[in-house]
């Protein structure tokens, strides 16, 4: 298995063999190595959570060809405009919407969506020698601001970010008899540490790049009226944009309630546990096939011909990581690793988060987040088991660093989209980046072992 291990990881770092086709690698070598059947291992690359990632990326590229999320970048911006102008309200506007987006399709889609948006505002302001400093820092920090934001908002939903799935589709896979993390018991601990990380984000940009007293110089390029005026030309909303939006919201509202608490069991007890968020994921992406346009006779809100730009890279990456993952325990490697780690008993929980977060946050500065999660969850596990704290105490710390990601270009797809705008430089991302990351691990430290304890359950035994 650590001679497989070595294969896969070398193929996925150097990148000698295109990573999806390195992603179906475990499809033949699992089997022809003895480690575990085609049928077991197939099953790894389709289970409810890729079902999960499925349905969203779907209704992710409906929201993108009917430019939804244009109209709302727009809205939101005319409303924290300000009159006179107030740039860091401004880039809490743009940063916050971002976010948001983020928060419900993966978070590199969400930075290719947004930075049009922002550089579209960006393209106002004069460039070369005639660009003042004050208007090429704002620049910098919208640019920084969007990228960072598409990272930090896909933290705090499962469908925010493949680290997250993987997260919970390896909890389920090793702790198979435990209480799976579904979409609404992640969103209760995701959203407050993601909401604490981008206001440390935007205080840092503003003391680095945006100060109040800019707006003066600022208004001269940017006004309310030529904003309003963009949002008129996209026209009032069309029925498909409307019934896009309804259905967007009844999946929310399904993930949300489809297991609340031991009190309220919510909509899943109806099928006596069966259904999970992948199930309301496809069903609702599904509608869309269903439900006409209203602009051509028995055209559909999607067809297949829209759905060809599908992600499968991503999917691919998440069936290897669950692949791996169901590898690592049944081959026995997991049971070595824990013994050699028996000596990290002593050491104090607080000493060894802070510590994982910062492992886990290099590796992903030169590989990506996704594979970097996948090589920590696993030894994390058998570190957990060495040390006898709940596994999710250094699992959550391990996911999460894995996305701080934020001080070079190549960290992240999403930090290469915002680089290739030429607005910001490899400094600008480490003088951002590195106070970020730390902001990031004192925020992991601190809600693990209290809010985490309560919404994880982490100071009760796993079964």
Wanted: charged content about 10%.
């Amino acid at each position: 298995m650590l001679a497989v291990l070595a294969w896969v990881f070398a193929w996925w770092l150097t990148e000698a063999v295109p990573m999806p086709i390195t992603s179906m690698a475990p499809l033949f070598l699992f089997p022809l190595f003895g480690i575990a059947s085609a049928d077991d291992v197939a099953h790894s690359y389709m289970d409810d959570v890729i079902a999960l990632v499925l349905g969203s990326f779907i209704l992710a590229l409906a929201v993108e060809h009917y430019n939804i999320h244009r109209r709302l970048a727009l809205n939101i911006t005319i409303l924290f405009c300000g009159d006179p102008l107030n740039p860091p309200l401004l880039l809490l506007g743009i940063c916050a919407t971002t976010a948001f987006v983020s928060m419900w399709m993966h978070n590199v889609s969400a930075a290719v969506m947004m930075m049009p948006v922002a550089t579209g505002i960006l393209h106002r302001f004069p460039v070369g020698p005639d660009q003042t400093v004050v208007s090429s820092k704002f620049c910098r920090a919208v640019v920084l601001g969007v990228t960072y934001s598409a990272a930090v908002g896909g933290m705090s939903t499962l469908t925010g970010t493949g680290v997250n799935l993987i997260l919970v589709g390896m909890w389920k896979s090793y702790f198979p008899e435990a209480e799976p993390i579904s979409f609404s018991t992640w969103f209760l601990f995701g959203f407050p540490m993601a909401l604490l990380i981008f206001l440390a984000l935007w205080i840092i940009l503003c003391c680095l790049y945006c100060s109040k007293s800019s707006g003066p110089a600022l208004s001269a390029y940017l006004d309310k009226a030529h904003l309003k005026r963009e949002l008129e030309l996209l026209g009032p909303m069309a029925f498909a944009e409307k019934m896009i939006l309804a259905v967007f919201s009844m999946l929310v509202v399904l993930w949300m309630t489809r297991s609340i608490t031991d009190d309220i069991p919510g909509w899943g007890t109806l099928f006596n546990g069966r259904a999970g968020d992948g199930t309301a994921s496809v069903m609702m992406a599904t509608l869309l096939f269903i439900i006409p346009n209203k602009k051509q006779e028995g055209e559909k809100l999607m067809d297949w011909n829209k759905c060809k730009k599908l992600p499968w890279n991503i999917v691919l990456l998440l069936g290897a990581g669950f692949a791996i993952a169901d590898g690592v325990r049944t081959s026995g490697l997991a049971d070595i690793l824990s013994e050699a780690l028996d000596f990290l008993e002593q050491v104090p929980y607080l000493a060894i988060a802070p510590a994982v977060c910062l492992i886990s946050g290099t590796i992903t500065e030169f590989t990506s987040n996704n594979a970097t999660t996948t090589l920590v969850i696993p030894l994390l596990i058998q570190i957990a088991k060495s040390m006898n704290v709940h596994p999710l105490l250094l699992m959550i710390p391990g996911a999460i660093g894995a996305q701080f990601a934020f001080l070079l270009p190549t960290g992240t797809p999403s930090n290469i989209v915002g680089f290739t705008t030429g607005h910001i430089e490899i400094k600008d991302m480490i003088k951002v980046g590195l106070p970020l990351k730390v902001a990031g691990t004192a925020v992991l430290t601190l809600l693990m072992p209290t809010l985490g304890t309560y919404v994880f359950g982490t100071n009760e035994p796993v079964q």
